[in-house]
């Protein structure tokens, strides 16, 4: 039959995908604006399941993004900016190159800018939408807040990252939302709860770093423009749910009890007003100032398909939460200067505490180390040459394992000059059948009520229970040499009735009284349903047995690997006890 011929790839998948450069030039943009709109507008490129024909019979590597993807962006206004903003540079070299400066000065003030309100909005259609996309906002804002004011950003960004970091923790601690703190060697891990939904961000140690040659910074601050304007939105909103003002300020009494004479000389108006937000020690005005009102308890019905015990559980939750949040209240803290100020400070605060440093260290301390209603005085040092009766001289960790474990931990083990318990990770939630170290053991008992056992007592039951091991093995020799006899005394007896049938003797016969044997009911129930579970994987189908068969492995091997960390745990802890000794003698 005749016909059209059909040209190849002319159809199908070829048609669907569009190469980074034609895409480019479509666009009429270089390669780094192409990127910079990539990342704004949430555009990626995409691997074809037929690579050889979206490449045309080709096999060089080249990168494909999808077609209407490419058409959605050349309806996009900031593209038209990207060009604006080719021209005003090109003027502006032109302008400096024949020294004209009244030129130089009308275009900079006239320099084009843009927006990226209307992407955020086309993102994130809903605030939970945003909310739960804060993470990696969050995490990217802290890391820029601690870069040195070199040349690899600029130098606003680094400020505007600093003041939206700002903001948020103000916001964690009115709102008593931190749930989990864990100091790792990355950084410090927290996780808060903002409107129902969990965000765990990371902020790293403020530490000077060398800049890494291999990270590509413009990239990084592109996605930093675009997550400084999502976090101010999130930022405003959240704010304006407390019913506090946006921007943050000072409570008048908090802006009165930190007035330093010394202030005018230690900054500008505006910068001290910015360290005073930054110190977290103070609390933040409302939109309308008065008392806090008693919330009224309301009744709770259970929705329809939820029992009674849901509900229980749920208020159980609640109540645990809310003795949570007031963790702290009562306690005042005092910070040394070479511990770190901003993590504890924030961390105290999120759980109702007082804290306070030396006003040598930094803006906004609210007391003195003289202080006598001071209760914790947290310190990283070996010994202190000035200490107080009434307070306790605790290392930092004790705050952190405090909040984890949800209770106030013993002091006893965070004192000064004592070798630390492991930090354990929040984040890990053993289940049945994992390893659980000793020491959430312990936080456990301590959390149900119990009062775990002291390292002394422990010590005195291991003396003891040497002793007991040696009377027991004692006895246990005692007790073999006395069945030895007894199944020599049988034996004989055996002998001399063989020899006595051998020689056609009568045997004296003897009636003795039978013993009942007792029935152990748990054993035979136990031995009942492992043959009838026996049975039923006797009648399982072959997938059926397949699939059994995987999941009992996976059991194994996690019952494997719990066996092989306990055993660890044991080696090192009786590595420590023998320590112990030989130091004692």
Same mark, same amino acid.
Request: aromatic share 10%; hydrophobic share 35%.
């Given at each position: 039959?005749?016909?059209?011929?059909?040209?190849?790839?002319?159809?199908?998948?070829?048609?669907?995908?569009? =190469?980074?450069?034609?895409?480019? /030039?479509? !666009?009429?943009?270089?390669?780094?604006?192409?990127?910079?709109?990539?990342?704004?507008?949430?555009?990626?490129?995409?691997? #074809?399941?037929?690579?050889?024909?979206?490449?045309?019979?080709?096999?060089?590597?080249?990168?494909?993004?999808?077609?209407?993807?490419?058409?959605?962006?050349?309806?996009?206004?900031?593209?038209?900016?990207?060009?604006?903003?080719?021209?005003?540079?090109?003027?502006?070299?032109?302008?400096?190159?024949? =020294?004209?400066?009244?030129?130089?000065? &009308?275009?900079?003030?006239?320099? #084009?800018?843009?927006?990226?309100?209307?992407?955020?909005?086309?993102?994130?259609?809903?605030?939970?939408?945003?909310?739960?996309?804060?993470?990696?906002?969050?995490?990217?804002?802290?890391?820029?807040? =601690?870069?040195?004011?070199?040349?690899?950003?600029?130098?606003?960004?680094?400020?505007?990252? &600093?003041?939206?970091?700002?903001?948020? %923790? $103000?916001?964690?601690?009115?709102?008593?939302?931190?749930?989990?703190?864990?100091?790792?060697?990355?950084?410090?891990?927290?996780?808060?709860?903002?409107?129902?939904?969990?965000?765990?961000?990371?902020?790293?140690?403020?530490?000077?770093?060398?800049?890494?040659?291999?990270?590509?910074?413009?990239?990084?601050?592109?996605?930093?423009?675009?997550?400084?304007?999502?976090?101010?939105?999130?930022?405003?909103?959240?704010?304006?749910?407390?019913?506090?003002?946006?921007?943050?300020?000072?409570?008048?009494?908090?802006?009165?009890?930190?007035?330093?004479?010394?202030?005018?000389?230690? @900054?500008?108006?505006?910068?001290?007003?910015?360290?005073?937000?930054?110190?977290?020690?103070?609390?933040?005005?409302?939109?309308?100032?008065? @008392?806090?009102?008693?919330?009224?308890?309301?009744?709770?019905?259970?929705?329809?398909?939820?029992? %009674?015990?849901?509900?229980?559980?749920?208020?159980?939750?609640?109540?645990?939460?809310?003795?949570?949040?007031?963790?702290?209240?009562?306690?005042?803290?005092?910070?040394?200067?070479?511990?770190?100020?901003?993590? !504890?400070?924030?961390?105290?605060?999120?759980?109702?505490?007082?804290?306070?440093?030396?006003?040598?260290?930094?803006?906004?301390?609210?007391?003195?180390?003289?202080?006598?209603?001071?209760?914790?005085?947290?310190?990283?040092?070996?010994?202190?040459?000035?200490?107080?009766? $009434?307070?306790?001289?605790?290392?930092?960790?004790?705050?952190?394992?405090?909040?984890?474990?949800?209770?106030?931990?013993?002091?006893?083990?965070?004192? !000064?000059?004592?070798?630390?318990?492991?930090?354990?990770?929040?984040?890990?939630?053993?289940?049945?059948?994992?390893?659980?170290?000793?020491?959430?053991?312990?936080?456990?008992?301590?959390?149900?009520?119990?009062?775990?056992?002291?390292?002394?007592?422990?010590?005195?039951? *291991?003396?003891?229970?040497?002793?007991?091991?040696?009377?027991?093995?004692?006895?246990?020799?005692?007790?073999?040499?006395?069945?030895?006899?007894?199944?020599? @005394?049988? *034996?004989?007896?055996?002998?001399?009735?063989?020899?006595?049938?051998?020689?056609?003797?009568?045997?004296?016969?003897?009636?003795?009284?039978?013993?009942?044997?007792?029935?152990?009911?748990?054993?035979?129930?136990?031995?009942?349903?492992?043959?009838?579970?026996?049975?039923?994987?006797?009648?399982?189908?072959?997938?059926?047995?397949?699939?059994?068969?995987?999941?009992?492995?996976?059991?194994?091997?996690?019952?494997?690997?719990?066996?092989?960390? @306990?055993?660890?745990?044991?080696?090192?802890?009786?590595?420590?006890?023998?320590? /112990?000794?030989? =130091?004692?003698?």
């Amino acid at each position: 039959m005749g016909g059209l011929q059909k040209k190849k790839y002319e159809r199908g998948s070829a048609t669907n995908y569009i =190469t980074r450069n034609k895409a480019r /030039k479509k !666009l009429q943009l270089s390669l780094p604006d192409f990127r910079r709109l990539c990342i704004l507008k949430g555009i990626y490129p995409h691997e #074809p399941k037929h690579k050889k024909k979206v490449n045309k019979g080709s096999t060089a590597a080249r990168t494909f993004y999808l077609l209407k993807d490419i058409r959605f962006l050349l309806h996009e206004p900031i593209v038209g900016k990207f060009r604006d903003y080719k021209v005003f540079v090109r003027k502006l070299k032109r302008a400096y190159g024949k =020294t004209e400066w009244s030129a130089v000065e &009308r275009l900079k003030e006239n320099k #084009p800018t843009y927006k990226l309100d209307h992407i955020i909005k086309e993102r994130y259609p809903s605030f939970i939408d945003a909310l739960r996309d804060i993470d990696d906002a969050l995490c990217m804002c802290f890391l820029f807040s =601690t870069f040195a004011r070199t040349g690899k950003c600029h130098v606003q960004t680094i400020q505007l990252c &600093r003041r939206l970091t700002v903001e948020w %923790m $103000n916001y964690v601690i009115a709102s008593r939302g931190l749930r989990k703190v864990f100091i790792s060697i990355k950084g410090i891990y927290y996780q808060a709860e903002a409107m129902g939904q969990l965000i765990t961000w990371l902020v790293p140690y403020q530490f000077s770093h060398d800049h890494p040659t291999d990270v590509d910074y413009r990239v990084m601050a592109t996605f930093t423009e675009m997550y400084t304007t999502l976090l101010g939105f999130v930022n405003f909103r959240l704010y304006h749910s407390l019913n506090l003002l946006y921007p943050p300020k000072l409570d008048s009494k908090s802006e009165v009890e930190l007035k330093e004479e010394d202030e005018e000389d230690y @900054a500008m108006n505006s910068e001290s007003y910015l360290e005073k937000l930054s110190a977290l020690s103070a609390s933040l005005a409302r939109v309308v100032s008065s @008392a806090e009102e008693e919330e009224a308890e309301l009744d709770q019905f259970p929705a329809e398909g939820e029992d %009674m015990e849901k509900m229980e559980t749920m208020e159980k939750e609640q109540k645990l939460i809310e003795a949570q949040k007031k963790l702290f209240q009562g306690l005042k803290f005092f910070l040394n200067r070479e511990v770190p100020r901003e993590s !504890l400070a924030f961390v105290i605060r999120c759980f109702g505490g007082e804290v306070s440093w030396d006003r040598s260290v930094c803006i906004g301390s609210t007391y003195e180390v003289t202080d006598e209603t001071i209760t914790h005085q947290i310190v990283d040092r070996p010994s202190i040459d000035k200490q107080y009766i $009434n307070r306790y001289y605790i290392q930092p960790q004790w705050v952190y394992d405090c909040v984890n474990a949800k209770i106030l931990l013993p002091v006893e083990d965070y004192f !000064l000059g004592v070798t630390l318990p492991p930090h354990l990770s929040p984040f890990v939630e053993e289940k049945d059948g994992d390893y659980v170290p000793p020491e959430k053991l312990k936080i456990m008992a301590l959390q149900r009520g119990e009062k775990p056992a002291e390292e002394q007592e422990d010590e005195e039951e *291991e003396e003891d229970g040497e002793d007991e091991d040696e009377e027991e093995e004692e006895d246990d020799d005692n007790e073999e040499e006395d069945d030895d006899e007894e199944e020599q @005394a049988e *034996e004989k007896n055996l002998k001399k009735m063989e020899k006595q049938k051998a020689q056609g003797k009568s045997l004296q016969v003897k009636v003795t009284p039978g013993k009942m044997k007792v029935e152990d009911k748990a054993r035979l129930d136990q031995e009942e349903k492992a043959e009838e579970k026996r049975l039923a994987i006797m009648m399982m189908k072959k997938k059926e047995k397949y699939l059994y068969d995987k999941i009992m492995f996976g059991k194994k091997r996690k019952v494997r690997e719990a066996n092989k960390l @306990a055993a660890k745990r044991k080696a090192h802890d009786d590595a420590e006890k023998s320590k /112990k000794k030989k =130091t004692r003698k």
